[in-house]
């Protein structure tokens, strides 16, 4: 059976497009950057735009776009893949929120991230400028990820490096992975020691990718066979921290626990359990895990999970 093809980490992105509703959006963006202007000018600090949070009453918006790692968000707070997955939606609701309340910094955050689901860069990049003015380090983290990705502007690492030390710094457990990330990529900034430490920093304040990327780092993964400046590998510390993400609900945790067991990385051989694990990864959308278990059960067909297919 192949090696499984292991895509390097990256900082995540946002996917789909439309432009139907540029004029509206228009106006709210000069709407909020008039209510942050007058609020500075009589105020002197942007912070006391009031994000109306703590007791405030969940609204559409929350319910589809607030993040669950934003310390804005109000309510139950979504996941970056349910955001994803009802963007459309997400952008309608929030436009309609951030009408009712221009100086409400949640609302321009989250309207700024369902946009950047959209591909509406250039949009997005407006909202979470002003919502980053405003003191959200959730909007912080989503300016570093257009400049690292480049969506709506030219690809800068320098910028999105910036931009996301001021949301780590504020405490942001994303910013935090994502500075992991870009420390891990080869290149000249590249610096293993520094990206475990802002991983462990994540993984500390209880976060699932945080988790995740220090087993990850641990197990080798991210290094893109250069393994000269990293000399800490050990597939039992990996396996011990992917685990933890795994039974967290990560369907990337589930998936290496998955090739683990193919492959008997830190762990006996085991087809069974390599396929238990692709199954559990592939339920929760995983489609490199579906592609594993196809393969698997192909070689073996009387594996439970292969039976169940």
Known sequence: ??????????????????????????????VAAVAVALSDSSTGQA????????????????????????????????????LAANATAAMAA?????????????????LGLALSELNRSVEAMSLLRLAADMGSSTAMNGLGVLHANGKGVPI????????FLKAADLGNPRAMVNLGITYSKRGPGKDMVRAMRWFRKAAD?????????????YHGFGNFGDDDDWN??????ALKWISKAADMGSAEAMYHLGTAHLFGHGVKKSDAEAAS???????????????????????????????RQ
């Open 232 to 237: 800490e590998l050990d597939d039992k510390e």
């Open 156 to 163: 800068d690492q320098r910028r999105a490096m910036v931009w």
């Open 94 to 110: 929030c436009e309609q929120a951030l009408k009712a309340k221009p100086n409400a910094r949640r609302f321009m955050t989250n």
């Open 47 to 82: 912070q006391q735009l009031q994000n109306d949070a703590g007791d405030a009453q969940a609204t559409e918006c929350d319910r589809l776009a607030g993040l669950k790692s934003d310390p804005d968000h109000v309510g139950d707070g979504v996941s970056v893949q349910d």
């Open 1 to 30: 059976m192949p090696t499984p093809k292991c895509d390097p980490p990256r900082i995540s992105s946002p996917a789909l497009a439309g432009n139907s509703q540029l004029p509206r959006l228009g106006t709210l963006l000069a």
């Open 277 to 307: 694990w692709f199954k559990r990864a592939a339920d929760a959308g995983h489609e490199s895990a579906k592609s594993w278990l196809e393969s698997l059960c192909a070689w073996n067909e009387g594996l439970t999970e292969c039976k």
């Open 205 to 217: 304040m209880g976060d699932r990718e945080g988790i995740l990327h220090v087993g990850l780092l």
